[in-house]
């Protein structure tokens, strides 16, 4: 038991957002098993509200790319110029860094890099089913850590889809008829390079006792 335990968390642990990918194919067998691990995600009332379209076509991937590149350059713009990139770059001091990040987000190339995976998902979802956006969730979720445990990468991306405009590019595009909902697209493929690890909040800081802001660790001895 102990060593699935540690399989388990490794596959957690070793999940990362991955946008930089080289020419392998994911074999069908890894595709499958993927798509496998997505339906069999937890739903409300088990109304499986999720659908996938596969995309491996070079020209429908460079339009999700250009559509990225849109809506990731139009977010940060406007995130620049209601002054919340501040923030982002309120620790970076190097100039050359910050103009290089700067350049990125505000041009959407940040999100751009899709077409280079071999393989793109659109996660979309029934409009009907009030859980929908919780329910794919867990199924991008479940796809996440699949591809982590074949050795493979992925990145969750909603940029080409949280504005109701690229959303209704997207769907006339693909076909995807008005009863569904656009909810996000993942790249798939094999990392070219595996960033390492970003930083993540001291679980003092997460975790409450009963109620909230009464720090649950560390805990007492019972």
Same mark, same amino acid.
Request: glycine share 4%; hydrophobic share 40%; charged share 30%.
């Given at each position: 038991?102990?060593?699935?335990?540690?399989?388990?968390? #490794?596959?957690?642990?070793?999940?990362?957002?991955?946008?930089?990918?080289?020419?392998?194919?994911?074999?069908?067998?890894?595709?499958?098993?993927? @798509?496998?691990?997505?339906?069999?995600?937890?739903? =409300?009332?088990?109304?499986?509200?999720?659908?996938?379209?596969?995309?491996?076509?070079?020209?429908? #991937?460079?339009?999700?790319?250009? &559509?990225?590149?849109?809506?990731?350059?139009?977010?940060?713009?406007?995130?620049?110029?209601?002054?919340?990139?501040?923030?982002?770059?309120?620790? &970076?001091?190097?100039?050359?860094?910050?103009?290089?990040?700067?350049?990125? @987000?505000?041009?959407?190339?940040?999100?751009?890099?899709?077409?280079?995976?071999?393989?793109?998902?659109?996660?979309?979802? #029934? #409009?009907?089913?009030?859980?929908?956006?919780?329910?794919?969730?867990?199924?991008?979720?479940?796809?996440? @850590?699949?591809?982590?445990? &074949?050795?493979?990468?992925?990145?969750?991306?909603?940029?080409?889809?949280?504005?109701?405009?690229?959303?209704?590019? &997207?769907?006339?595009?693909? =076909?995807?008829?008005?009863?569904?909902?656009?909810?996000?697209?993942?790249?798939?493929?094999?990392?070219?390079?595996?960033?390492?690890?970003?930083?993540?909040?001291?679980i003092e800081e997460l975790v409450f006792n009963e109620k909230f802001?009464?720090?649950?660790?560390?805990?007492?001895?019972?």
């Amino acid at each position: 038991m102990s060593d699935v335990k540690e399989i388990f968390l #490794k596959v957690i642990n070793d999940r990362r957002s991955i946008r930089n990918y080289t020419e392998e194919r994911v074999s069908d067998e890894d595709l499958d098993l993927i @798509l496998e691990s997505a339906r069999q995600a937890p739903s =409300g009332e088990n109304a499986q509200p999720w659908r996938f379209i596969v995309v491996r076509d070079a020209k429908n #991937k460079k339009f999700l790319s250009d &559509l990225c590149r849109r809506g990731s350059g139009r977010r940060f713009t406007g995130e620049f110029l209601s002054k919340q990139m501040h923030e982002r770059f309120a620790k &970076l001091e190097d100039p050359a860094k910050r103009e290089a990040v700067f350049k990125k @987000l505000t041009s959407g190339d940040v999100s751009a890099f899709v077409n280079q995976s071999d393989v793109i998902l659109i996660v979309i979802g #029934k #409009k009907e089913v009030w859980d929908t956006p919780f329910d794919t969730s867990a199924a991008i979720e479940n796809i996440l @850590l699949a591809v982590t445990a &074949l050795g493979l990468g992925a990145c969750w991306l909603v940029a080409p889809c949280i504005d109701v405009r690229d959303e209704r590019v &997207l769907n006339e595009y693909f =076909g995807i008829t008005d009863d569904y909902k656009t909810v996000s697209i993942i790249s798939i493929g094999k990392p070219a390079r595996i960033p390492n690890p970003r930083p993540r909040l001291p679980i003092e800081e997460l975790v409450f006792n009963e109620k909230f802001g009464v720090s649950y660790y560390p805990r007492k001895e019972s």
